[in-house]
């Protein structure tokens, strides 16, 4: 099958040096990841900051040698053919600064256009038409040091576009955006997929509800691991047999969530606190188990605020595969 | 009202430019940022042509209080003219890979189709037409405030000499850049520690055959020097008496440095780019 990107075994490994006595210490930033991306998908790499997304991403945009194991983008390798890659590709990183401030938004469209050989012409017509799309037009000769974050991101991702790549590669592309330019963006990607099937967009987040609501599968990656690959639905289906229920509590005083890990039943728990309460997520082997969680929480004079039975989301796969959430997992610095 | 589609060029897909087209392509549009820079940013004038001035006005009013000959009045001009030269190498040539880096710019340069040494050369004929006119006003300027008398021997040794120091000394920067690919805010302190002693040993502000022999000669390696040295034999009365070497030999030194330059920057571009790409430092902090 002709993979628009396909990984075996792929790996990297960062040395990290210390002082200058010592010796380099080294992190394992990926491991063995196996990847199949079909030609026409929008495929999201899930994971939180750390997990290794951005590192493949750079490994596949040519950027960065991999230390193990294979990488092949439009067919070719990424270590050996960059040049061959590199024509058929491009990406967008969320909160990017590229370009010259003090050149307009036309201009450093253009000027990036001219690196991948599109005569002036025609990427003048297409930046036109392609700013129009994002609502930009009337900022075409801005400064682009003058654009907000959010019309700055719109350009990047116009950058990316406007090369017409056989796949793009967005990074976190909603960074630092608010609802409505995310929401924005987000629309914009889902339909320069779907207008082409040879297009192909692999997109990092570490944002659920995009990953959910835009790509047509997904891959949880922690650690430098691909933990669980597959469509949205079918990755929340598999936690269908168990009840997930998300409790607003009174503060739990020094009562530790290995109180409810012991109880039979409680597959996972999970402890953020709030300003004056507490929110702990339950993954029970099935309903009746909340009687038990219920009785230890009065036990200790802990009062429920709210309880919620939810239906699985990414962020519950998660918690299944990792054992954390990804606000825990990002806490914990691992 | 605009259509939502993305598809371009009425669905037939346009052949990109590849090879000479695509390399040229590059230089000219790395080269834009630089010449429209200039008009934008009006700065520079303040920068690199009035505080360059109060310099060189102080090695005048120093040589006129010593009755030096002249021409020393007229060596300091055209050594303050071509100071902005060697701050472009330095600061927008050298260590703009790095300022690059950290804006995320060279990341995209590295992943697009063109070539490095295209980028290169668009970054120095921008600077160099930029600093040209930034050279002539303070040549100008110098003439007029301080007398200068010039009398030129040969146009067109002059202009093959500027030529060729120019593409000598945008070739070591250049080369200088490959390097600074690998450092981090290092670069800056690197720029800041090259400039002085480079002003001192290129002879900038007095004739370079003041130093020995050996001396001048090291000092040549920087393509300013044998560049300075024969334009001033060139134009100023004296001619060859204050001289390191004759025109002709300075015109070959500088065709050597030439060729070693540029070819050295092909060579090490390509061998630094590989390196930052295993190290993984063309996007991140060192690790």
Known sequence: ?334 | MANNSFAFDGGVRVKKNSGWRLFFQTVIARAYPRLIGQQREKSWMFFDIFLPMLGVSAYVFVYRALNAPEDYIGFVVVGGAMTAFWMNVLWSMSSQLYWEKEQGNLALYIMSPNSMMAVLLGMALGGMVATTLRALVIMLLGTFLFHVQYAVVSFWQLLAVFLLAMTALYGMGMMAASFYLLLSREAWHISSLATEPVFLVSGFYFPIKSFSFWVAAAASIIPLTFGLDAMRQLVFPSGASLGFLSVPVEIGGLVVLCIVFLVGARYLLAYMERLAIREGRLTESRR
């Open chain 1, 1 to 334: 099958m002709n993979f628009a990107i396909q990984t075996e075994k792929l790996g990297r490994i960062y040395k990290i040096r210390g002082s200058k006595k010592s010796e380099p210490r080294q992190l394992i930033a990926l491991e063995n990841v196996d990847l199949q991306i079909q030609r026409g998908e929008l495929f999201g790499l899930l994971g939180p900051n750390g997990a290794g997304k951005t590192t493949l991403i750079k490994i596949l945009t040519t950027l960065l040698a991999p230390t193990s194991g294979k990488a092949l983008v439009a067919g070719f390798d990424v270590a050996a053919q960059p040049q061959m890659v590199r024509p058929r590709i491009n990406m967008v990183s969320g909160g990017e600064s590229s370009g010259y401030g003090l050149l307009t938004v036309r201009e450093n469209l253009w000027m990036f256009s001219q690196f991948y050989g599109i005569p002036s012409k025609v990427a003048n017509q297409r930046i036109k038409q392609l700013l129009e799309i994002v609502g930009l037009q009337d900022r075409t000769n801005a400064k682009s040091s003058d654009l907000s974050t959010g019309l700055r991101q719109k350009m990047n991702i116009v950058r990316g576009f406007m090369t017409d790549p056989d796949v793009l590669f967005l990074d976190e592309p909603t960074l630092g955006l608010d609802v409505g330019a995310s929401r924005e963006v987000r629309r914009f990607v889902r339909g320069w997929v779907d207008e082409n099937p040879e297009r192909t967009l692999l997109l990092t987040t570490h944002y659920m509800v995009e990953a959910d609501e835009l790509c047509d599968r997904v891959a949880i990656i922690n650690q430098g691991r691909v933990l669980a690959c597959d469509t949205p639905a079918k990755l929340k289906h598999q936690l269908q047999k168990e009840a997930i229920f998300r409790l607003e509590v009174s503060p739990l005083n020094g009562l530790g969530i290995e109180a409810f890990q012991r109880l039979p039943g409680v597959n996972q728990v999970t402890h953020s606190p709030q300003d004056g309460s507490a929110l702990l997520q339950f993954i029970l082997a099935e309903e009746q188990v909340l009687a038990s969680v219920v009785n230890t929480l009065t036990a200790h004079n802990i009062r429920i605020l709210n309880l919620q039975k939810s239906e699985p989301t990414l962020e519950d796969v998660f918690v299944h595969l990792v054992g954390q959430s990804m606000e825990e997992v990002e806490r914990s610095g691992q």
